[in-house]
C-alpha cells in the first residue's frame, strides 16, 4: 500500500530538490584520459599515489606539458601572470587535474581553487593582514597555536600534497614564491619534543589537533610516534590528524597503506584507551568526490575511524544552494561527518574567492534542515586578530552596507571584539567609495565598533 492510499493528506508534491538523489552518483570512468598526458594510464597507474605525487603540476611549464594544445596561449599567459602575483606555491595533482572542466577551466572550481589566473585577481581587502588570524601570537612554541582553553593547533609540519590558493596558512605553508618570506617550521622531531612538553605542561590540553601543512605528508612511522606519544599524555582526550588527501589525491590511502595502517593503529591504540582519534579532512565541491574517494575512504570507515570534514566558503566555487547542500549530502552518504564550513578568511592575494557574509548567512538557512543535524555543518567565521570561530549568525553588528561585520567571543577573549569585512567589490559603487577615502574609512569602523559596545 503506498502511503498516499493509508493517508489522503500525505503532501505528494515534494519539491523536486527535495527528492534529489544525485549526490550518490559517484563519478566511476577513467576521466584521467581526456587528458594527454594521461590518455595511456591505466587505472592501477592513475591510483598509484607515487604517480600522483611524483607528477603534481608545479610550474606553468610543467602544465603546458600535460594539457599541451588543449589550451591556447592566452590562456596559458593568464595562469603566468597569476602565478607571479600569487602568495602561494603551485602544486596540482594529476587527479585535480583531470577533474577540471578544460572546456571551460575560467569557471570550473577546482582551477579556481588551485591554479591562480591574473584576469581574475583583485585588489586585497585595506583591512587584510598577512596571518590574519593572529595564529603566531597565540604561539608558546614554535609550531604550536593554544588559543582555546582546552584544545591547541600542532602545526606539525610545512608541506603539503597540494597547494590551495585560499590557505590560511599562507604566511608558514609552502615554498617560498616571489612574494612571501615564510616562517619556517620544518618537519624536525627537536621542535615535536618541545611541543609534547608544553601539552605535558598544560593540563587543561584535551584536544590536539595535528595539522601543518598536511599529515599526508609526514612519514607512516611519524604518524604511529605523534600518535602514540600524544596519547601517553594522559589528559590528551581527544586529537585529529588534518588531512587533505582524501580530497586531492585519495590514492593516497589506498595505496600507501603503511601510512593508511599507521593512522588506524592509532585510532585503534586510544579506542583501547578511550581516547578518540580522528580524520578530518578538506572537500570543498562534489565534484572532488568520485568512485575512488569512496574505495579511499571505506577501509576507514569500516574500521570505525571517524571523519570530519571541513570545507572553505568560496566564490564561484561552493557559494551556491545547490552545490553546498549536494556537497553536505555527498559528504553524509559516504560516511564523513560535515563538521565547519569557514567564511573565507582574509588573506592576501585571494579576493576573487572570498564571499560576504550575508552569503554564508543565507547559504546556512539552504542547508539546514536538509539531513541530520550530526550532518549539518555549522557554519562559522574566524575572526580576524585571535577571536576564534563565530558562528556566522551570532555577529553583534552586521553592516551590510559597508560590509562590516563585528564579533564578540567571551569564551576565548573576553571583553574583546573582533571585525570580519566583506569583499569591496561586492559593495555597491558608493560604499566602495566611501572605503577609498582614508577618513571615511576610520569612522566606518569606528562607527561599528561603537554599535557593537552599545549592544553589550
Ligand atoms: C579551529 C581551531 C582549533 C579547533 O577548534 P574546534 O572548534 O574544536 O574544531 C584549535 N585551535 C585553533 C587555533 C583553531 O583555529
Ligand atoms: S592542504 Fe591545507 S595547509 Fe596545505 S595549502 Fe591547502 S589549505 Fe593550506
Redesign the pocket.
Known amino acids: 500500500m503506498k502511503p498516499s492510499e493509508s493517508n489522503p493528506r500525505f503532501r505528494q508534491d515534494v519539491p523536486q530538490e527535495m527528492a534529489r538523489l544525485d549526490h550518490r552518483d559517484l563519478r566511476d570512468d577513467e576521466f584521467w584520459r581526456a587528458i594527454p598526458a594521461y590518455a595511456q594510464l591505466s587505472r592501477d597507474e592513475f591510483n598509484d599515489y607515487r604517480f600522483q605525487s611524483r607528477n603534481c603540476v608545479t610550474s606553468l611549464r610543467k602544465l603546458q606539458q600535460v594539457i599541451g594544445e588543449k589550451m591556447d596561449p592566452a590562456f596559458y599567459r593568464d595562469v603566468e601572470e597569476g602565478i607571479v602575483r600569487s602568495t602561494m606555491s603551485l602544486r596540482i595533482s594529476p587527479y585535480l587535474i583531470s577533474l577540471i572542466d578544460w572546456e571551460n577551466p575560467y569557471d570550473d572550481p577546482l582551477r579556481i581553487q588551485f591554479l591562480p589566473l591574473g584576469s581574475q585577481m583583485r585588489e586585497d581587502h585595506p583591512e587584510l593582514r598577512l596571518d590574519s588570524?593572529a595564529?603566531q601570537d597565540?604561539s608558546p612554541v614554535p609550531g604550536l597555536?593554544?588559543?582555546?582553553r582546552d584544545?591547541?593547533?600542532f602545526l606539525a609540519l610545512d608541506t603539503c600534497p597540494v597547494y590551495c590558493r585560499f590557505c590560511t596558512r599562507s604566511y608558514a605553508v609552502g615554498l617560498d614564491t616571489e612574494d612571501v618570506e615564510k616562517v619556517h617550521f620544518g618537519a624536525l622531531t627537536d621542535r615535536w619534543q618541545e611541543v609534547f612538553t608544553y601539552v605535558e605542561s598544560r593540563p587543561e590540553l584535551e584536544?590536539l589537533?595535528i595539522s601543518g601543512g598536511d599529515v599526508a605528508n609526514l612519514k607512516a612511522e611519524h604518524i604511529e610516534h605523534i600518535g602514540m606519544r600524544l596519547l601517553d599524555i594522559e589528559h590528551v582526550q581527544r586529537m585529529?590528524f588534518a588531512s587533505k588527501a582524501p580530497a586531492i589525491m585519495p590514492q593516497k590511502l589506498i595505496t600507501d597503506r603503511a601510512w593508511t595502517d599507521a593512522l588506524i593503529r592509532v585510532v585503534e591504540e586510544g579506542r583501547v584507551r578511550g581516547k578518540e582519534v580522528s580524520l578530518h579532512t578538506h572537500f570543498n565541491h562534489p565534484v572532488e568526490i568520485t568512485e575512488i574517494t569512496r574505495g579511499a575512504l571505506e577501509p576507514l570507515v569500516q574500521r570505525g575511524v571517524i571523519i570530519r570534514n571541513?570545507t572553505v566558503l568560496q566564490r564561484r566555487v561552493n557559494d551556491t544552494p545547490n552545490t553546498m547542500q549536494l556537497l553536505v549530502q555527498r559528504l553524509g552518504w559516504l560516511g564523513v561527518k560535515p563538521?565547519?564550513v569557514f567564511v573565507h578568511d582574509m588573506v592576501r592575494g585571494v579576493e576573487d574567492l572570498r564571499t560576504s557574509l550575508q552569503t554564508a548567512i543565507k547559504l546556512e538557512k539552504q542547508v539546514r534542515g536538509l539531513t541530520s543535524g550530526f550532518n549539518t555543518p555549522n557554519f562559522?567565521l574566524?575572526t580576524m586578530g585571535g577571536g576564534?570561530?563565530r558562528n556566522v549568525h551570532a555577529f553583534e553588528v552586521y553592516d551590510r552596507n559597508n560590509g562590516i561585520a563585528v564579533y564578540a567571543s567571551p569564551a576565548v577573549r573576553p571583553g574583546d571584539l573582533f571585525f570580519y569585512f566583506d569583499p569591496i567589490d561586492e559593495l555597491s559603487p558608493e560604499a566602495q567609495d566611501r572605503w577609498r577615502d582614508p577618513i571615511h574609512r576610520a569612522s566606518m569602523l569606528e562607527d561599528a565598533m561603537q554599535r557593537a559596545r552599545d549592544c553589550e
Not at 597555536?145 to 582555546?148: A, L
Open positions: 588570524l595564529e597565540d597555536t593554544h588559543r582555546y584544545r591547541a593547533l584536544d589537533v585529529r571541513q563538521y565547519y562559522v574566524d576564534g570561530k
